[in-house]
């Protein structure tokens, strides 16, 4: 059984998402595709390797198949995963491979699981794997479309979006420094998540793409000042705006992703996204 | 009879405080020297040239001298100028040749105003120009030191600040930008202002020189978010940042000045200031 689920984007608001702000998250159509089949044994194949039940190679699927047990006791499974979502880019490719994988345990093992099980299991499985989560990524991943969260009002988002990858990062490491940072100046940091949190309610209601651009280049200076740009992004975010676009960090920053809006033309070397409102789904296999 | 009077520097808070918020400003010894000698004719000679009264080359001098009609009518004066303070770069190079004019004027004359009297004479010579003035500028070249506005409270600074010229810019232009900004997106900008106003208080009582650089990082990132940076300042800032300095726009933005703290060393091409405790003076002949 094939089952997969979207990566995301988070358009504005993330950091300040975590201190109870608003923020404004799609699924985008890079999906994270797994494959299952019942077995005596445990073989997980990616492109992190061939292991069995690993949770150092493959923590979230290895935590997926672990509480899946609670749902259905199985002897072993072969899963293979095959993604499109780079992987610690602030795209959510390890809540997608996760909402996949319990996905197709599902459906090949028929235990009927509702949508809200299976996202409620994938944010065990992060809270397994991470400590901690916000949900925000496994209910994307399973309900795909875009939301305002904490709300988890839906938003209807028509604008594609040119994506810049930047090179990996470590989100944990951010929002540990934002939380410092938070620590060290209460005052100034609680104002700009305040003026994310009125950016991100401007941006769910606005349809003027040069608006959007305007609130996009605010999100990324807020997000400047809240420590997780570097020389890099900021340099190649100058760059992009000498060439006419504007851009911002999606996800934690400090690397990861840079997202701005499909106009006319796309800047060299970016990749083109839409919202997607496919959410877990099995696939033709 | 030669007066002088100080540039100074925003050190934190710009365009927050024309609406009201805080702001932390120091005269710096880069000093305007004005010469007044006694004529029957008006000559005001500066690098901008040789003209008579002339209220498009040299406004703030020509009105200044209008200004000083109002406490003793004069047949003329020759008036020359000799700054060391870069001309539209955000360094208070008006208010100083304004200061240092009328503190000249009152020598010559025997007027014996005030420095009270000198600051409202140059405030006004200011709106005669510009058409409104915050009076920060004329009130830290008259008094020199650094202050608080708009409490008018005295801090005591002692660090050495680096500034990097890039170029003139049009204050009323960016002034106008911002206000348009804020009548897009009022709870927005408000936020980053209270933001900025908070900053001002941390930065005052602040006396390690790493807390102080961040709160010029951040306060960078505010003014890039209420769109007074530019792609050039943006490189130019993480390109410090990448040689171990963190710098801030000093006044307007759109180009003006950066500056950064002084430390080991210095970024190349870089001019060193310190705050000036001297106000207007009388110099020496």
New interface residues.
Partial sequence: MIASAPGKIILFGEHAVVYGKRALVAAVNLRCRVEVKKSQNYLISSPLGKTGLDFKVHPYISFAIRRFHEVKKIEGVEVKVDSDIPIASGLGSSAAVAVATIKALDAEFETSLSDRDIFEMAKQVEIDVQGTSSGIDPFVATYGGAWIFPERKKVDIKQKFFLINLGQKSTAKMVSAVCQ?RS??P???D??F??ID??VC?AARCNDLE?LE??I??NQ??L??I?V?T??I??K???L??EGFKAKITGAGGGGCIYGIVKDRIPEGSLVVEVSYDGAKIEDS
């Fill in positions: 940072l060290k100046y005052e100034i940091i104002k700009i305040d003026a009125f950016l401007e608006k305007e609130l280049s605010i200076s807020l400047r000042a420590g740009s020389p890099e900021d340099e975010i100058a760059k705006e000498r």
